[in-house]
């Protein structure tokens, strides 16, 4: 395979990973006939992202047990992350890896650094290494953190800066639509027609329907928003944004309390891990402590 080939099969195993479409990733990769030995190392590093994002971490264990070239470690630290009891150790060992000379250190390491931390509730921290990556992804990540801490100042302007890099990345188009439905108001229907541009062109996924679900909620749409969770859940049963979204819609679409609480139960069971999970239990702790105050008063 020649060079241009080379760089055009690892830009589409890379573009299905981005919209969640982890088995054509998987398919994709193993299938790839590649002579460049750094883009055949880039294409196993998706091909394993693929397998976690799957949670099949023991494919993902075996394989890099015996013989793992060092780029691709930080993914073995990452499935040892998700499998463990004890996390703490792991992060440690991820702290210990960081306070060394992190300018020798690839993009990959700095976006399992980013997605431990995240987990962790680490947001600052996730944010600081993030900041030593060179990438697109690393920007998307930063993006997705200042979000989730309610910082559209900060992601839009680091969505600027993807674009100023490269604007027809989906990556960036991915990046323009989160931001747009976190700005909500007019913002969620050009969220909407950009999830719609990519299935047109890649296919559906669970992430590209969830985020068009996403949109229909904020805008009350209630029933549009069902159709593309259950067409969501047909294709990952287990895909934990579905979940998380179909617990939402339940509650505001007046559904009875057991259809959320199925949800929940489902996603407490597959996604034990999940920040959504450990913010639930936190904050279920939290009540049962007020309810136990005041009930002895």
């Known amino acids: 395979m020649s060079r241009h080939q080379s760089s055009d099969a690892l830009l589409e195993i890379k573009n299905a990973y981005y919209i969640g479409n982890y088995q054509f990733c998987i398919t994709e990769a193993q299938n790839a006939n590649i002579n ?9 590093s998706y091909l394993y992202r693929s397998y976690i994002a799957l949670q099949r971490y023991t494919i993902v ?5 015996a013989n793992c070239h060092p780029y691709l470690e930080p993914l073995k630290l990452l499935v040892d ?18 306070s060394k000379d992190v300018k020798t250190s690839s993009n990959l390491l700095f976006i399992t650094a980013a997605i431990i931390y995240y987990h962790e509730l680490n947001y600052e921290s996730a944010l600081q290494i993030l900041h030593q990556g060179d990438n697109l992804e690393c920007s998307a990540l930063s993006l997705q953190i200042y979000l989730k801490m309610d910082r559209i100042d900060l992601a839009r302007k680091e969505l600027k800066n993807m674009q100023d890099k490269d604007e027809d990345a989906i990556l960036t188009q991915l990046s323009q ?35 068009q679900a996403v949109c229909f909620i904020h805008q009350e749409k209630f029933e549009e928003a069902e159709s593309a969770l259950q067409q969501s859940i047909s294709k990952d049963s287990d895909n934990s944004d579905s979940l998380i979204n179909l617990i ?21 069971d597959s996604h034990k891990s999940h920040t959504y999970v450990k913010e639930y239990s936190v904050k279920e702790s939290e009540f049962d402590k007020l309810v136990l105050q005041y009930s002895c008063a």
């Open 36 to 44: 460049d030995s750094d883009v055949k190392l880039e294409i196993d």
């Open 61 to 65: 264990r075996n394989e890099l047990k």
């Open 81 to 98: 992350y998700y499998l463990a009891q004890d996390k703490n150790v792991i992060v440690q060992k991820m702290d210990d890896i960081l």
């Open 177 to 211: 639509a989160w931001v747009n439905i976190a700005m909500g108001g007019e913002k969620l229907d050009d969220a909407f027609y950009i999830f719609q541009e990519i299935i047109d062109k890649h296919g559906s996924t669970p992430l590209l329907l969830n985020g």
């Open 248 to 268: 939402v819609l339940s509650r505001l679409s007046g559904k009875p309390q057991e259809v959320a609480k199925r949800y929940l139960t489902h996603i407490q």
